[in-house]
């Protein structure tokens, strides 16, 4: 079975301060690892998706994750962080991705991120 | 891009009654419809998966006669709570996929946050 581990639910920063959301998974198999973002009541928002291409991937809001098999680690970062970023993250993982079938995503759990002044 | 409508946002209902939650792809075939349920400050837990036009499947510890799910188009799926008690109280949420689709990967419905007096 695949998994995801994000270390620390909590994650407070400065305006202006690097973010890093840290995210380490499980697979037996190459895994296609995910990030979302979810505001207060909101459904989820992918910020960026790894599906074996490049191993840094770029995705919205400034946002971006490196995937590191030899570390098993799919960390998210920002260098900057606003205001506008506070929220609830989840890194998630998929199974095969396999032409006809529908594959289950498996979800960390959480690291909500607070930006201060 | 891909879209995902799920309808109400919020409900409020009596112990002891159904309560139906939509989800529609309205710009996107989704084949494949996962229900997750979130209680706060918590992760996602999916309860099932539903294809077009079969029974769904439901993870261990879920009430298939408590949680209806219909997917009767390539559209549209419904969660039903049936003679819903205060514990069903919860923010549930779907997602669609069209398997194979890599460039929708799973799009999400915005929520649905279901109180139960």
């Known amino acids: 079975a695949q998994s995801v581990t994000q270390l620390g639910s909590h994650v407070s920063v400065s305006e202006g301060a690097l973010v890093l959301l840290r995210c380490n998974y499980s697979s037996s198999v190459p895994p296609y690892l995910f990030w979302y973002v979810q505001y207060p009541n909101q459904g989820l928002q992918l910020l960026l998706k790894y599906t074996s291409a490049a191993t840094l991937v770029k995705g919205i809001n400034g946002f971006e994750a490196e995937f590191k098999k030899s570390e098993t680690s799919f960390h998210l970062t920002k260098p900057s962080a606003h205001m506008s970023d506070a929220a609830e993250y989840f890194c998630a993982v998929s199974d095969d991705w396999s032409p006809g079938t529908a594959s289950k995503l498996t979800f960390g759990t959480g690291t909500r991120l607070q930006v201060t002044l | 891009g891909a879209v995902v409508s799920q309808h109400p946002s919020r409900v409020i209902c009596k112990s002891g009654t159904s309560v139906k939650i939509e989800c529609r792809s309205l710009d996107f075939q989704a084949t494949t419809m996962f229900w997750y349920r979130q209680f706060p400050k918590k992760s996602l837990m999916l309860m099932a998966t539903?294809?077009?036009?079969?029974?769904?499947?439901?993870e261990q510890g879920v009430e298939k006669d408590k949680f209806l799910i219909n997917h009767a188009s390539l559209t549209l799926s419904t969660l039903t709570v049936t003679s819903a008690h205060p514990e069903d109280s919860s923010f549930y949420i779907c997602?669609?996929?069209?398997?194979?689709?890599?460039?929708?990967?799973?799009?999400f419905g915005s929520g649905t946050r279901l109180t139960v007096v």
């Open positions: 539903s294809n077009e036009g079969s029974k769904a499947t439901y």
């Open positions: 997602s669609a996929q069209t398997p194979g689709q890599r460039r929708y990967g799973y799009t």
